[in-house]
């Protein structure tokens, strides 16, 4: 006799609630696997964590893993990062897209099944986050207007790199003019002629109460917004001019500063790829 999965709720459930393409909110996660456990850390991730924790679940619709070798995090600055410590630590990143209006249904799910994984000892414990969080979108900046991929697409296009940039204010409400700013004016311009056809800004949310002890708390909520640029070319191939002095245009707006600017290729699926080229 085949276990009772509730199966009868399911058709209830599709039948309520938004269910649009919209990435309304998205799981933003980067972390490092502990020295000697980066083979173990990759195979249990690739075969197992990215399919049962993650695009299994409801709601989760689109994502994608990225990786930074050793001459990728060499790229990154500022030194003094309020994320990576050291700014090199963090060397695997993974993104998805959750449908508008559907994060509470997700995190309760997602909670649910990661105290199951666990339970069953389904969890890769050697390995550090250096920056977990579920957040909500904020903007999305186009190069080419209405031509090209929407940012649903982001996660299944293949885009050649991605660089992640995480900005800083020092209130909410200077949060709120920092957006405005980089929405209006600094992204138009730093996007036009760029290899970088789109940029994702989101905010981070709060994690639940019950969520997994392995995962810290979320750090500047209402103050600090994470942003993805899509690039179609390797961004080690267009680093300078495009993705230097970033810090520099945020100091000099008066509305912020950047804690982190890191770019990033996109993994194979299924293989090792770039495993050996972590340190």
């Not at 969890?123 to 550090?128: A, I, K, L, N, Q």
């Amino acid at each position: 006799m085949s276990e009772d999965t509730r199966s009868e709720l399911y058709a209830e459930l599709a039948a309520v609630g938004p269910y649009g393409t919209h990435p309304g909110h998205a799981l933003i996660t980067m972390v490092e696997p502990h020295p000697g456990h980066e083979y173990a850390y990759n195979r249990w991730y690739e075969d197992d964590h990215y399919y049962a924790g993650a695009m299994a679940m409801p709601w989760m619709y689109a994502g994608r893993r990225w990786v930074a070798t050793r001459d990728l995090q060499l790229l990154r600055y500022p030194e003094k990062s309020a994320i990576a410590q050291p700014v090199t630590a963090g060397c695997y990143l993974s993104t998805y897209w959750i449908t508008a209006g559907r994060y509470d249904d997700h995190m309760r799910w997602t909670v649910a099944i990661n105290k199951r994984l666990n339970r069953d000892a389904r969890v890769y414990h050697d390995r550090t986050h250096v920056l977990t969080a579920f957040q909500h979108h904020e903007a999305t900046v186009y190069r080419d207007g209405a031509a090209g991929p929407r940012d649903v697409h982001a996660l299944d296009h293949p885009y050649a790199g991605l660089v992640l940039q995480v900005v800083e204010s020092d209130t909410p409400g200077q949060r709120v003019s920092l957006l405005e700013w980089l929405r209006t004016r600094h992204l138009p311009k730093r996007l036009a002629g760029s290899p970088a056809a789109l940029v994702t800004a989101f905010s981070p949310t709060p994690l639940p109460g019950d969520r997994m002890t392995y995962v810290k708390q979320v750090e500047g909520v209402g103050t600090r917004l994470t942003l993805l640029w899509f690039l179609q070319t390797d961004p080690r191939e267009c680093w300078d001019p495009w993705f230097t002095g970033l810090d520099a245009a945020v100091a000099e707006s008066g509305l912020g500063r950047v804690e982190l600017v890191a770019p990033f290729i996109p993994t194979v699926p299924g293989t090792d790829t770039y495993v050996d080229r972590l340190r």
